[in-house]
């Protein structure tokens, strides 16, 4: 049974920064590709990061490139999801996604990953 756990998500000033963090278990980290998604209130559920296998490649939303950088200690079976300069708009609850099983693939749509998280909130004020 795949469980994945997020947390860091708490309320921040906007300029702030924080870092998420999404541990894994019940299967073999290294071999998966991992996703951050985010859902406001009354929104889809949106891309905001993505890193495959290994740490080697990523992608990032254009919302947040530059300011959010994905990471992954497949030591640890944790990704994490660093935050820099939050924004008002940047509020919403933040869920880790995994799949196995995509070689090197990095993957950017969320009816892709087979695995989420509960998702932990992030409410940064103005």
């Known amino acids: 049974q795949v469980q994945l756990d997020e947390s860091g998500g708490r309320l921040v000033q906007a300029g702030g920064s924080l870092r998420l963090s999404c541990s894994a278990s019940g299967r073999t980290f290294s071999s998966n590709a991992m996703g951050w998604f985010r859902q406001a209130p009354g929104k889809e559920r949106d891309f905001v990061a993505a890193i495959n296998w290994n740490g080697g490649n990523t992608a990032y939303a254009d919302s947040v490139k530059g300011r959010f950088t994905i990471s992954r200690d497949n030591a640890k079976n944790t990704v994490y999801l660093q935050m820099n300069t939050l924004k008002p708009e940047d509020t919403a609850v933040y869920y880790c996604?995994?799949?196995?099983?995509?070689?090197?693939?990095?993957?950017?749509?969320?009816?892709?990953?087979?695995?989420w998280g509960q998702g932990t909130q992030v409410t940064v004020s103005s």
């Open positions: 996604a995994a799949r196995w099983h995509v070689s090197q693939r990095l993957i950017t749509t969320s009816s892709e990953y087979e695995y």
